[in-house]
């Protein structure tokens, strides 16, 4: 079956750093991904939806500025935590639709652990 | 607020015993998914139901849709104690998926 991988699985920073964190597809095109945030013991946050070869579009109270999203290639989204700080620190999880058939079950990422120090 | 609802938020029963989980939606979906995930853990996805089907199992799972209700249950029969884990719906409204604020379920042996 469809692959996501993400990279790297965990992640300890300094603050003031950024961090980027890959998303995969490994055996499928994905011309859109999704990107989420999980603070402990909540649930899944849609953040942004990442568009192939344009713009991502950011959910409402999501900065654009502050969590960079590029979608460079139809296998690979990156999303960067820019000058990253405490509160940043969650997990950060990516999902891909398969091409066919729309609207049906979005694959996951295995998600990255973000701590800011 | 953009996430659904589930309740509980917590659920604590013993083996062998089903444990029932309710969440609620606001928007038109194009299907709702059910996920599990174990603690700090990637989603696994568990069972899917189309907008115009109304009951859909899956091994121990029993999944409902009230579209008129705007509400989803999902049902675990016999349980284990590896059921042990936090569920949580997702509704698909055109391609995007939003997840209901989850249920931790525990199974004690």
């Known amino acids: 079956g469809a692959v996501v991988s993400q990279h790297p699985s965990w992640v300890i920073c300094k603050s003031g750093t950024s961090v980027k964190i890959e998303c995969r597809s490994l055996?499928?095109?994905?011309?859109?991904m999704f990107w989420y945030r999980q603070f402990p013991k909540q649930s899944l946050m849609l953040m942004a939806t990442?568009?192939?070869?344009?713009?991502?579009?950011?959910e409402q109270g999501v900065e654009k500025d502050k969590f960079l999203i590029n979608h460079a290639s139809l296998t690979l989204s990156t999303l960067t935590v820019t000058s990253a700080h405490p509160e940043d620190s969650s997990f950060y999880i990516c999902?891909?639709?398969?091409?066919?058939?729309?609207?049906?079950?979005?694959?996951f990422g295995p998600g990255t652990r973000l701590l800011v120090l | 607020s953009q996430q659904g609802e589930e309740d509980p938020q917590a659920l604590s029963i013993q083996e062998g015993e089903n444990a029932t989980m309710n969440c609620s939606y606001k928007?038109?979906?194009?299907?709702l998914q059910w996920y599990r995930q174990n603690s700090g853990r990637g989603l696994v996805h568990l069972i899917l139901?189309?907008?115009?089907?109304r009951e859909k199992h899956s091994g121990r799972l029993r999944v409902t849709l009230d579209t008129s209700k705007k509400s989803s249950s999902l049902l675990i029969t016999a349980s284990r104690a590896a059921d042990t884990a936090s569920y949580f719906c997702?509704?698909?409204?055109?391609?995007?998926?939003?997840f209901g604020a989850g249920t931790q379920v525990v199974v004690t042996p």
């Open positions: 928007t038109s979906i194009n299907n």
């Open positions: 055996d499928f095109q994905a011309t859109t």
């Open positions: 997702a509704f698909d409204s055109w391609g995007k998926l939003q």
């Open positions: 990442s568009n192939e070869g344009s713009k991502a579009t950011y």
């Open positions: 139901i189309r907008s115009n089907e």
């Open positions: 999902s891909a639709p398969p091409p066919t058939p729309r609207y049906e079950t979005q694959y």
